[in-house]
């Protein structure tokens, strides 16, 4: 009998141990469940997260593309307002490049007139000079009549 109670004794340990195993199973069942729980939660939130920065990817995209659009536009803008600007400043250099040799054309001539101008001027006092002394020479008679004759023709 000794024998028979420890068996017993040893099937209550089991029965005792296996109640223990059972509530220390459910306990650890219950945690595990709570822990697929959060983990689903936090899975359903990282699919959120990951849903909210694929839509900012987009928005992003888009907007860099307007911006490299705009920038681009602009770009050609500012590229057309220079190349009209080297047009002018070239239209405006000839123009100045013929302005300047039309002056030293026109500087050239005043001074081919000047020179003509003086030339003739000298001619003339010589030729005045001439006339005088020629009336000089002449008797006041004789000046008088070439005058009549020069009138008359």
């Known amino acids: ?19 223990g ?6 306990l650890l069942f219950d945690e595990l469940e709570s822990c697929c729980e959060r983990l689903d939660e936090e ?8 849903r909210e920065l694929a839509d900012e990817q987009a928005h992003l995209s888009i907007e ?8 681009q536009h602009e770009h050609r803008t500012w590229q057309k307002r220079i190349e009209e600007l080297e ?3 070239s239209r405006r250099i000839a123009e100045l490049e013929a302005e300047r040799h039309r002056s ?15 030339d003739e001027r000298e001619e003339w ?28 023709e």
């Open 87 to 89: 047009h002018e400043r």
């Open 21 to 26: 195993l059972e509530q220390f199973l459910g």
């Open 43 to 50: 899975r359903r939130t990282i699919a959120g997260d990951r």
């Open 1 to 19: 009998m000794p024998q028979r109670k420890q068996i017993e004794r040893s099937l209550a340990a089991v029965r005792l141990g296996h109640d």
């Open 104 to 118: 030293a054309e026109l500087t050239q001539t005043v001074a081919e007139q000047q020179r003509q101008i003086t």
């Open 125 to 152: 006092t010589a030729e005045i000079h001439q006339l005088r002394s020629l009336l000089g020479k002449q008797s006041p008679f004789e000046s008088i009549e070439p005058r009549s004759e020069s009138r008359a």
């Open 64 to 71: 860099r593309a307007r911006w490299e659009t705009d920038q």
